[in-house]
């Protein structure tokens, strides 16, 4: 999907998406998995950033970098402003990360892999053992509205997984 395909998608998004793929790269050179998010506001001023944090043995397991990025733009950003903001994420959001960008109040989320495709990189590895659960399921249970945008750009999002997860 491509901004030509869907009108919602701006360069802009297209941008802060990639920049969301070199964090997840940067992460995965850090030695973390190569997952990676930021928010940025209305006018794609980036507001939070943040890599995987999850892996063992000294990794939360909980600190994926959906909610690290949300979780560090709630603490900067009224209800109201947050609303307004995006999370570009190098994946689709799982379950959990999709629960804490609903409850901090994010209004929209860019994702580049899809959870699909995902599971076709990292196979039945025991560090990323993914749900078959799309995040616009997840939101649609909610009360207020979440847009969701994507996948795209989903070979170069790819690409810092590959050879990752052998």
């Known amino acids: 999907m491509t901004s030509s395909t869907n009108p919602n998608v701006s360069t802009l998004d297209l941008d802060l998406l990639s920049q969301s793929i070199q964090l997840s790269e940067e992460s995965k050179q850090r030695g973390r998995h190569p997952f990676a998010a930021l928010v940025a506001d209305q006018h794609g001023n980036v507001i939070a950033r943040a890599g995987n944090n999850s892996m063992p043995p000294e990794g939360d397991p909980t600190q994926h970098a959906e909610l690290a990025a949300a979780a560090m733009a709630a603490r900067l950003l009224s209800p109201d402003e947050l609303a307004k903001c995006t999370l570009y994420t190098s994946a689709e959001p799982c379950c959990m990360c999709s629960g804490a960008i609903y409850w901090t109040g994010i209004g929209r989320v860019v994702y580049a892999l899809s959870e699909h495709a995902l599971l076709s990189l990292t196979g039945d590895h025991?560090?990323?053992?993914?749900?078959?659960?799309?995040?616009?399921?997840?939101?649609?249970?909610g009360q207020r509205q979440v847009e969701v945008l994507g996948p795209m750009l989903e070979e170069e999002a790819a690409k810092p997984h590959q050879g990752f997860w052998q």
Do not use: H, Q, Y
């Open 126 to 141: 025991p560090e990323n053992p993914t749900f078959s659960l799309p995040c616009r399921e997840v939101f649609a249970r």
